[in-house]
Nanobody
């Protein structure tokens, strides 16, 4: 069974940092790319970052460029999202997803349950 479990969310002040984790099971990171997405209240879900099975990363939204970095640890079958210089507008539920390779994180196969990130001003 494919499963993705996010952790690491929480409440942080503006300017602070958080590192989200996405632990994968039922498949290996060689099989899928992993996408990070977020959904703020009243807004559509948006892509944040995409990391390929080879470790190449693509930022999917300009608002996080230079602040968020995705990485992976294949030995732990876990993907991370390091979020620095957080802003109140980064407040959202963050999801990771297993996505089909070469789809630029457009074709999602499985979603995690999400983790809440709240940035206070």
């Amino acid at each position: 069974e494919v499963q993705l479990v996010e952790s690491g969310g929480g409440l942080v002040q503006a300017g602070g940092s958080l590192r989200l984790s996405c632990a994968a099971s039922g498949f290996t990171l060689d099989d899928y790319d992993i996408g990070w997405f977020r959904q703020a209240p009243g807004k559509e879900r948006e892509g944040v970052s995409c990391i390929s099975s080879s470790g190449d990363t693509t930022v999917l939204t300009d608002s996080v460029k230079g602040r968020f970095v995705a990485s992976s640890d294949n030995a732990k079958n876990t993907v991370y999202l390091q979020m620095n210089s957080l802003k109140p507008e980064d407040t959202a539920v963050y999801y990771c997803a297993a996505v089909l390779p070469f789809s630029n994180c457009r074709l999602v196969s499985s979603w995690g349950q999400g983790t809440q990130v709240t940035v206070s001003s």
